[in-house]
């Protein structure tokens, strides 16, 4: 699925009065990877966040393509990160009770009540990212191999926009590394539009775009 | 959608948990399930146990000490019908037969009743085994009596029964080998002829005697003349004793009501079982819906007790339902998470109560069916399974404050 460009504008939202995200615009070409970069409490995870519907500013536009999710109802923002968006977190977040293949199923039961459909497509994922399949339970996998079936878990439903928070922050460098230039091919390659809340340096060497935040405002690029 | 993969996941996460809240639920299910079958088990035994004493006539006094005492041969001290009654009832041309009945022997702990042959045919339906009494000293036992056809029986005197009589020297008499007074010569040993076929009552376990041998041992004469040696109707009228119950079996319904109406007097009572009985049902009833109401209540307080326990443990999960709502999960799909995950419990700890409440109940109905001799099947009916439908619908309809609970959830800060 070829990726969505993103055009945010006067994006504003505030906690207790006080101004967390304050970003005039940005914009993010389809097949690129763009990274949202700064130190702890700058505002990278909300702005992902944001970007992905979770969160609702409060001035702003937030325009995937023709979309504009800043004014989407919370059931309309929850269908568009299903059939558009997939989503990596720092520790995996998987579900430790089900196998490598139940847990990238997990987005087609969201949906639907068989994922009979997509089970060989899951196959195929975790082979390509080479994940034992044959295991019971992901908690038996190594932490890259775990992050690659949350990976498989992010392109199930063949996402348009690849959202990843601290992705590679949980990893050893050389498991990074690799997550990182898998990120890189689900943009260039597959032509997603992957954005990518990280302070992991490698990632940002890899980023078409970097977007450095302080206190939630983008800081000009050096 | 299909949330169950996650709830079964959810329920595999805190498995021991899990199970020990099910265990909760089926525990108190079947508690319930246990009273009401029981209770019902109880009444149906009882009942049943009393279909064959149409009509029974007594000295006037409690009907429940007589009903006790001749259909749950339960000794207890009553007083005797007047012979001139009994001479009466043996006079009516509207009953089938006339049954006395005398208890107050036993053989270890087996009781001895005297009767007469027509009434152990009506009880029991044909016998299973040998044939009736046919001399003073002929016994046929209950279908669950330990003792064998053909054995001999000396049987003991003096175990409750019958008052205002002077037996002793007459059991002396028959345990010496000796003649009894007004008896027909000595019998100190019974024979077993005849086994019985089950009636699902005390009676299974007694050893039926001619009622002659009955009065004999107690020093009463035979009910017959002292040269007439023969057992069972007619009787002397002159040498009828009294008699702690009599067993009359009306020819039709019509002349049921009038034997009760006709024997109600200052001198004697009549009764149907079943009007006993129904009284003590309605006091059992009473106990039960009482108890029934409490049970229900406890089971509701260890729902809500569980869907508390529920929240906290599923709080604990808040971020995996954080990490669905940002694949795409709606609320809905959290709601019907957690309803499934609280159903699944409920559902299944009362379908096990409700096996294990049956259980206890047919146990503890063999419990007491041996030890009272009454046959009580614990059976699960309509009102088990409405107490179990009521439970579970509770819990269903309970189930979704923990899930309105958990779905309300703040996503982002779960994620953090």
């Known amino acids: ?222 | 959608m299909n949330p169950f993969p996650i709830a079964w996941a959810s329920l595999r996460r805190n498995t021991f948990t899990a199970i020990l809240f099910l265990l909760i639920v089926a525990l108190a299910v079947a508690l319930g399930i246990a009273i009401s079958a029981q209770e019902r088990a109880l009444r149906v035994g009882s009942a049943r146990a009393a279909d064959k004493f149409d009509l029974i006539v007594a000295a006037p006094g409690s009907h429940n000490d007589v009903l006790f005492s001749t259909v749950y041969l339960d000794p207890s001290a009553v007083e005797l019908l007047d012979p001139a009654i009994t001479r009466l009832l043996f006079e009516e041309t509207e009953a089938d037969f006339v049954a006395p009945i005398g208890f107050g022997d036993a053989i270890g702990n087996d009781p001895v009743v005297g009767t007469i042959a027509p009434f152990v045919d009506h009880l029991s339906g044909g016998l299973a085994e040998g044939r009736l009494f046919e001399g003073i000293n002929e016994a046929v036992i209950g279908a669950l009596s330990p003792h064998d056809v053909g054995e001999e029986l000396e049987v003991s005197h003096g175990h409750g029964g019958a008052t205002g009589t002077d037996a002793d020297a007459a059991a002396d008499a028959i345990e010496a080998g000796e003649a009894v007074p007004g008896g027909d010569g000595d019998h100190p040993h019974i024979t077993i002829v005849g086994r019985m076929q089950p009636t699902g009552t005390p009676w299974d376990r007694a050893i039926v005697v001619p009622i002659e041998y009955n009065w004999a041992a107690h020093g009463l004469g035979t009910g017959h003349l002292p040269d007439d040696i023969h057992i069972g109707a007619p009787f002397d009228p002159d040498s009828l004793p009294g008699l702690p119950a009599v067993v009359v079996k009306p020819k039709d319904v019509a002349a049921a009501y009038g034997l009760r109406a006709a024997y109600r007097t200052p001198q004697s009572t009549a009764f149907f079982p079943a009007e006993v009985l129904v009284g003590l049902y309605a006091l059992l009833g009473d106990a039960t819906a009482i108890m029934s109401a409490l049970t229900l209540a406890a089971q509701a307080l260890v729902v809500a007790a569980i869907l508390a326990g529920v929240v906290a443990i599923l709080d604990l999960q808040r971020q995996r339902f954080a990490v669905l709502r940002a694949l795409g999960a709606s609320p809905l799909f959290i709601f019907a998470t957690v309803w499934i995950y609280v159903a699944g419990i409920v559902v299944t700890g009362a379908l096990a109560g409700l096996v294990l409440g049956w259980g206890a109940a047919a146990v503890v109905s063999d419990l007491l069916a041996q030890s009272t001799g009454v046959a009580m099947r614990a059976e699960i009916g309509a009102r088990e399974l409405s107490l179990v439908g009521t439970l579970v619908g509770l819990g269903l309809i309970l189930a979704v404050v923990p899930a309105l609970i958990i779905y309300r959830r703040p996503v982002v800060e779960a994620l953090r």
């Not at chain 1, 990893?171 to 890189?184: C, N, S």
Request: aromatic share 4%; charged share 25%; glycine share 8%.
């Open chain 1, 1 to 222: 699925m070829p990726g969505l460009p993103l055009t945010v504008s006067g994006l504003r939202l505030a906690f207790d009065c006080a101004d967390v995200i304050d970003l005039a615009s940005l914009a993010v070409a389809p097949g690129t990877m763009t990274v949202l970069s700064g130190a702890s409490g700058s505002g990278k995870s909300t702005l992902l966040y944001l970007l992905s519907g979770l969160l609702r500013p409060d001035a702003g536009t937030i325009t995937w393509a023709e979309t504009d999710i800043a004014r989407l109802g919370e059931g309309q923002r929850d269908r568009w990160r299903r059939k558009q968006a997939g989503f990596i977190f720092q520790n995996f977040h998987l579900i430790e009770e089900m196998s490598p293949l139940d847990n990238v199923l997990v987005p087609i039961w969201l949906d639907s009540f068989s994922a009979a459909s997509k089970r060989q497509r899951a196959l195929d994922l975790l082979r390509q990212l080479d994940v034992p399949v044959e295991r019971e339970s992901v908690a038996k996998l190594s932490r890259g191999q775990q992050q690659r079936v949350a990976i498989a878990r992010a392109l199930i439903g063949d996402p348009s926009v690849i959202f990843a928070d601290e992705p590679t922050a949980s990893l050893d460098a050389a498991t990074g590394e690799t997550v990182a230039a898998v990120l890189q091919r689900l943009a260039r390659e597959d032509g997603r539009t992957v954005v990518v809340a990280t302070h992991d340096p490698a990632l940002k060497t890899l980023a078409d775009q970097t977007v450095q935040l302080d206190h939630g405002k983008r800081e000009p690029a050096p």
